[in-house]
T-cell receptor, first 109, second 114 residues
């Protein structure tokens, strides 16, 4: 059901930036791009979302390709606490959030 | 204050029993959801309610019956529990049925059927 493709896992060193890619080649004009993450033994947590323009918030930045067929979640300075599964989700008008397999991010101390 | 709270956090029960999981949100949201995360960690939506009205039912066995006494609560009742029902169940809420609203999730209820 998920309309996005993400790498199964990624590794990054602590205190370095992390770029998590997501492909969504079948995105429609009304789909928003949402990112959630799930820390171990916790519920999913909203990270960021956007439509066309790049977005920044206190947690991360979202870079959206001009054709909207891909996006990148950027963690500017990863900490051990950022180790989680990151989900890239296209959210349509009926408000159904469909989770894919996500990317498991490992942070190396 | 916890935004979305679920009780209990852990639930161990025998096959064939009936059990309920409660969910409450104090965010004033109109829409609430139940998700199931199985042993392979796939998160799947089960139900969605908007202002106490069912709007999404994702082909869930009718042994599962959500009940929304008011828009702040969405409880999940499960009849005749089976081994395959063992999973972590997450409740969530969002402001309204709009495209760009974020959802807030509870901490989950780990259900183990033995």
């Amino acid at each position: 059901d998920a309309k996005t493709t993400q790498p199964n896992s990624m590794e990054s060193n602590e205190e370095e930036p992390v770029h998590l890619p997501c492909n969504h080649s079948t995105i429609s004009g009304t789909d928003y791009i949402h990112w959630y993450r799930q820390l171990p033994s916790q519920g999913p947590e909203y990270v960021i979302h956007g439509l066309t323009s790049n977005v920044n918030n206190r947690m991360a930045s979202l870079a959206i390709a001009e054709d909207r067929k891909s996006s990148t979640l950027i963690l500017h300075r990863a900490t051990l606490r950022d180790a989680a599964v990151y989900y890239c989700i296209l959210k349509n008008r009926d408000d159904k959030i469909i989770f894919g397999k996500g990317t498991r991010l490992h942070i190396l101390p | 204050d916890t935004a979305v709270s679920q009780t209990p956090k852990y639930l161990v029960t025998q096959m064939g029993n009936d059990k309920s999981i409660k969910c409450e949100q104090n965010l004033g949201h109109d829409t609430m959801y139940w998700y199931k995360q199985d042993s392979k960690k796939f998160l799947k939506i089960m139900f969605s309610y908007n202002n106490k009205e069912l709007i999404i039912n994702e082909t869930v066995p009718n042994r599962f019956s959500p009940k929304s006494p008011d828009k702040a609560h969405l409880n999940l009742h499960i009849n005749s529990l089976e081994l395959g029902d063992s999973a972590v169940y997450f409740c969530a809420s969002s402001q309204e049925v709009r495209v760009n609203t974020e959802a807030f999730f509870g901490q989950g209820t780990r259900l183990t059927v033995v």
